[in-house]
């Protein structure tokens, strides 16, 4: 301490020094009252911190000099260490770790120097590698040395786990099918947790005290539950995971009732409990769409993205998180990762609500605003890549193609998807001779040459082709496979030069063998993760660079040893790895200055090295002049293919087998359309992604709309079904259907008969959506001449209610019209080539909107739906709006001056904007965007700071672990009135609120004594004005706040005993409204016998809830 004090700025650093003896705490602090910035307090390091006053996972920093090996259980010691430290933060140790003669003889005479009762078999002091030992099963991730000194001392610098350990705290688990539950547990157990576990059943069932099973529909059996628990800290929802796509639309509805269906009912039963509700986790997996190439697997699940978003608005008390987990991930994996989150809860202010977890990453979701990519204009005719002159990216452009006919032993292909390598960014640049442009694809048979046995017309292929940025192809036969029929063409255009250059390399050239240790730089790549694929397969131990960045990823993939391939210090820190023996081989694709050196330089004697670079490399004569022993190979697989395509076709070939059996996977991959080609380059070049880069030959083009075709319209009679109908006709479609529950009246035959009037043939069919066979009649009854093109699906319906007041039918009649009916025209159009199909969602899926969960839900699973389709090259686009002026739902309701969702900032959408909007998105490639009119400032001061909305905030987000002072204006107002005068000011502060929430003129009168009910306060606009108090006030109010406090007189007493407890002795005087019996019952004085008949079976309504 007294060496290390002068080193510390004393205004960032908090310094706590302890001791076992409270006199050496005290005769450090009279010797270091020169430092300000140290506090000193007793601490015994063999009990529990937290019970001596010390915070879990609060300090940066642990100090321990020469004091830890006289702890009697090291393992205990270090687990105490643990739970002070951060994620991340550092233990740095002093200690003796070899025996000395005069130390045995100077403490070994004491009683403490023996006193040990671990493991330590008849000696205080441990060897560095024991020490690392220990410190890696105590929570420590990272553990490095310096050197021991002549004196045998040794510093020791451990680095904690990000996953912090627990608190004793009671978790409750909804256990999922898949196992992660349970293992979810295991790692709850492991950190001092308490999980209970909860399954679903056909009935209420305790199986034992720590196991429970429920109906995940019965509100009931949920009470019963929390009547049998402890206080509950968490629960985790699981009973969405097992959820993923299926073309069963009985399936689907399983899940959404077993999401959405079970998390409505916990909802309502944790907030009846009473006290402080427990933190809500809601779990799905492959839910959400975060990386390219993301399946979107679990849409079925996503409709709980979007109940969590009202769910976190009507009821901020629960903090509740959404978390998607990744879908190839195992169970144990996600169980860790998932832990991670539930233990950093504490740690991150603002919480982070919506996160995914993909390849050992953790991402947040941001709303951002869009912004349309530049693309390179097409021609109208095939084309191919052209690059007019080397040096730039810009200068690349496509050109007519002139389309060949297949000789003799040829085929035409249509390319559909093409794997970018580095060499097409050298090759541009002109760091490499000029080459092809592009070396690899996918594509379908188009022609077939005379003697081509082995292809048809319509087959999917690929290979390693020549030129291959181009629309067609024409190409001996030999080059090509098949591609495997459960493959996509993205996931197939990763394998040919990635896996055919790794086993080339490997197997061909090095005879890769059990116990060869493998060096191999930029691992995150295309050939780096083929290469550790087949080295795994090949029994060898890895050595892997990346950037740090990327760390985590090669960590996911079974790397073992990992280092930075942007420094040269990879090569001393292998050699001290492999204690001087080095690699046996080394795949290079990096260059730079040194960088061979270090490479040889790490080669085990007669090793191998195996050079991939095209630009900066050694001759052979170089490498022999330097490392006469070792075996050097230049790379180059488009010679190869030049002058032996027979053999890189059966590499293929004996790969292609070993994916079929799923003993290799694709790599992971970022995709982009090909008129947006020159962002594919760029990224390459900047070594953004990791995997591969693939090009898909989509192209995005203006929709036509055609006088020869079908379109069809659902929610046809609706203000926007009728709206989007008009655009149509005035397009030019031939012919519109509308679909609708309703017959249409006299106003919808005369909208109908204005459509006809325009020149389309325009008919209606009432008919339910959600029904699958009617609306399969539907399409076969549509004329095969006029095919159908496009689909607008406009259909749904509204019944708002508050979570507390919902029941599951009413929700599940919101979300049919949207979830079912969509699934359905899905399902029913697979084999349809549409140009377009659009799911007019809402915002509320994105912001939310109390009072409107089952809205939310239905409109988040549009959104996941649309980004499946496009996953699976189908057209689809989920437009959220916003609300719209004259047509739609909320119309009416929205455009007033003082309706609650105006005064929270949103504007509206006029009819021809909205159109003109539509048609500008059918020109852009993206599957999901909001288009919403709104004043984000207002809406900031109606809503708590979220880190979501943060693009969009007037106030910057805290740096995460940061003690910023985040008081809001009013309460900081309140705490600066002299306590007398409080009252006043927040009874003035709550009439205006009540205005504004009522929507009542800024001139109306509330009075103090008025009861709320009265003033036509419902369900919905209690909970709005119960958060809008959390937000400006910082605390946290029931739900029955309004019901408790039926006044503003009475709200605002209670409000300043809640917030201001200490400061009770100072109470304002009689007529300044001071809340008595009296002003109770004047609540009611002026309602009639029905309204308080009304008042007071809603009591008791709710207390019997």
Not at 210 to 230: A, K, Q, S
Request: glycine letters at 8%; charged letters at 20%; one cysteine or more.
């Amino acid at each position: 301490t007294a060496w290390l004090l002068p080193h510390l700025p004393a205004k960032q650093t908090e310094y706590i020094f302890t001791d076992l003896s409270p006199t050496f705490v005290a005769k450090a602090q009279a010797r270091f009252t020169d430092y300000d910035f140290v506090a000193y307090r007793p601490l015994d390091i063999e009990q529990a911190p937290v019970e001596q006053g010390f915070s879990f996972h609060q300090t940066d920093m642990v100090i321990a000099a020469n004091v830890l090996h006289a702890t009697k259980d090291l393992r205990q010691t270090l687990t105490h260490i643990r739970q002070l430290l951060t994620p991340g933060g550092q233990l740095v140790l002093l200690e003796a770790t070899a025996p000395r003669r005069w130390i045995d003889l100077t403490f070994g005479l004491t009683d403490g120097w023996w006193r040990f009762q671990d493991q330590r078999r008849d000696y205080p002091l441990i060897t560095a590698a024991e020490w690392q030992t220990l410190l890696l099963d105590c929570g420590f991730g990272e553990v490095s040395f310096v050197e021991e000194t002549h004196l045998g001392q040794a510093v020791i610098v451990a680095q904690a786990d990000q996953i912090v350990t627990g608190q004793g705290q009671a978790y409750l688990l909804f256990t999922d099918e898949t196992g992660v539950g349970e293992a979810l547990a295991a790692q709850l157990r492991r950190r001092g947790e308490h999980p209970i576990l909860i399954y679903a059943g056909d009935a209420y069932q305790q199986v034992d005290e720590h196991i429970f099973r429920i109906r995940p529909n019965e509100l009931g059996d949920y009470h019963h539950l929390l009547t049998m628990l402890p206080k509950i800290y968490g629960v985790v929802h699981l009973w969405s995971v097992p959820v993923s796509g299926s073309d069963d639309a009985i399936t689907l509805d399983k899940a959404v009732r077993q999401s959405c269906g079970s998390v409505l009912p916990l909802i309502q039963a944790l907030l009846g409990r009473g006290g402080d509700p427990p933190r809500l986790w809601l779990v799905t997996r492959d839910a959400q769409a975060v990386l390219d190439g993301d399946r979107v697997t679990g849409f079925g699940q996503s409709a709980l993205w979007g109940m969590g978003q009202v769910i976190t608005l009507e009821h901020p008390e629960l903090n509740c998180v959404r978390i998607d987990l990744d879908r190839e991930a195992g169970a144990e994996e996600q169980a860790v990762a998932l832990c991670a989150e539930l233990m950093m809860t504490d740690l991150f202010k603002p919480l982070e609500d919506q996160i995914a977890l993909r390849r050992n990453t953790r991402y947040v979701a941001r709303l951002g605003r869009y912004q349309p990519q530049v693309r390179l204009p097409m021609p109208d005719e095939p084309f191919q890549l052209h690059l007019p002159a080397r040096g730039t990216l810009e200068t690349l452009q496509f050109r007519p193609l002139a389309r060949r006919a297949p000789a003799p032993n040829e085929v035409e292909i249509q390319v559909r998807a093409i794997g970018l390598n580095f060499q097409d960014v050298a090759n541009v640049l002109g760091l490499v001779e000029p080459g092809p442009m592009g070396v690899e694809c996918v594509g379908e048979i188009t022609a077939v040459g005379r003697d081509v046995d082995a292809f048809a017309i319509g087959d999917r292929v690929m290979g390693i082709v020549p030129d291959s940025f181009s629309q067609y192809l024409t190409l001996p036969a030999q080059w090509l496979i098949p591609k495997p029929a459960g493959m996509d063409d993205w996931e197939a255009a990763t394998i040919p030069v990635a896996f055919v250059t790794a086993d080339y390399c490997l197997h061909q050239l090095a005879r890769i063998k059990p116990g060869d240790r493998v060096l191999i730089h930029a691992a995150t790549g295309g050939v780096g993760q083929a290469a550790v694929q087949l080295a795994q397969q090949a029994g060898a131990e890895l050595f892997g660079t990346a950037s740090p960045g990327k760390w985590a990823a090669l960590k996911s993939l079974g790397v073992q040893h990992i280092y930075n391939s942007r420094t040269l210090d990879f090569a001393a820190q292998i050699m001290d790895d492999t204690d001087g023996q080095g690699v046996d081989i080394v795949l290079n694709s990096l260059t730079g200055d040194g960088f061979i050196e270090r490479n040889l330089s790490v080669l085990s004697p007669n090793g191998l090295f195996l050079e991939m670079g095209k630009h900066q490399i050694w001759s052979a004569a170089q490498i022999a002049a330097a490392r006469p022993d070792v075996t050097y190979f230049q790379v180059d697989l488009l010679k190869t293919l030049k002058h032996q395509p027979e053999s890189l076709h059966a590499i293929l070939s004996k790969l292609m087998a070993q994916f079929e059996q799923g003993q290799l996977k694709p790599l992971p991959h970022t995709r982009f359309a090909i008129d947006d080609i020159i962002s594919a380059f760029r990224t390459m070049q900047q070594a953004k992604h990791i995997g591969k880069i693939v090009v898909a030959q989509t192209i995005t083009r203006a929709v036509v709309i055609e006088q020869q075709a079908t379109y069809l319209v659902t929610g046809g009679l609706g203000g926007l079904g009728l709206l989007a109908a008009r655009w149509l006709a005035e397009q030019g479609a031939g012919r519109l259907r509308l679909v609708g529950r309703s017959q249409p009246n006299r106003n919808a035959q005369a909208q109908l008969q204005a459509l006809a009037a325009m020149g389309a043939d325009v008919s209606y069919i009432a008919a339910d959506v959600t029904d699958a066979a009617q609306l399969e009649d539907i399409l076969a009854g549509i004329d095969p001449t006029y095919p159908l093109r496009g689909i607008i699906h406009a259909a749904g319906v509204l019944d708002d209610g508050v979570l507390l007041h919902q029941s599951w039918d009413r929700f599940a009649a919101v979300l049919a019209p949207k979830i079912e009916g969509a699934w359905n025209l899905h399902r029913l159009t697979q084999d349809t080539p549409l140009d377009f199909c659009i799911f007019f969602a809402s915002s509320v899926g994105l912001l939310g909107n109390r009072g409107q969960a089952n809205h939310a839900a239905a409109n988040a699973f549009l959104d996941s739906l649309a980004h499946y389709r496009q996953a699976q090259n189908r057209p689809a686009l989920s437009i959220d709006w916003g609300a719209w002026a004259e047509v739609g739902a909320a119309a009416e309701l929205v455009g007033r001056e003082h309706h609650p969702i105006t005064a929270q900032g949103y504007g509206t959408i006029a009819p021809e904007q909205g159109v003109q909007i539509m048609a500008y998105l059918l020109k852009q490639d993206t599957p999901q965007i909001g288009v919403i009119p709104i004043n984000w400032a207002k809406f900031q001061e109606a809503h708590r700071l979220s880190p979501f909305l943060a693009s969009f905030s007037s106030t910057t987000l805290p740096a995460l672990k940061q003690p910023v002072e985040q008081r809001p204006a009013f309460r900081r107002q309140l705490e600066q009135t002299p306590p007398a005068k409080r009252h006043t000011v927040l009874v003035q502060y709550l009439s205006v609120t009540m205005t504004q929430v009522l929507g009542l003129p800024s001139t109306a009168q509330i009075g103090l004594r008025q009861g709320l009910r009265e003033l036509g306060i419902d369900s919905l606009m209690a909970i709005e004005l119960r958060n809008l108090l959390a937000n400006n006030l910082d605390h946290q109010f029931p739900s029955t706040l309004l019901f408790d406090y039926p006044t503003i007189d009475a709200l605002a007493d209670h409000i300043l005993r809640a917030i201001f407890p200490e400061s009770q002795a100072v109470v304002p005087a009689a007529d300044e409204t001071e809340a008595t019996p009296e002003i109770m019952s004047s609540a009611v004085a002026g309602l009639d016998e029905d309204q308080l008949g009304s008042w007071i079976d809603d009591a008791f309504d709710r207390l019997s809830k």
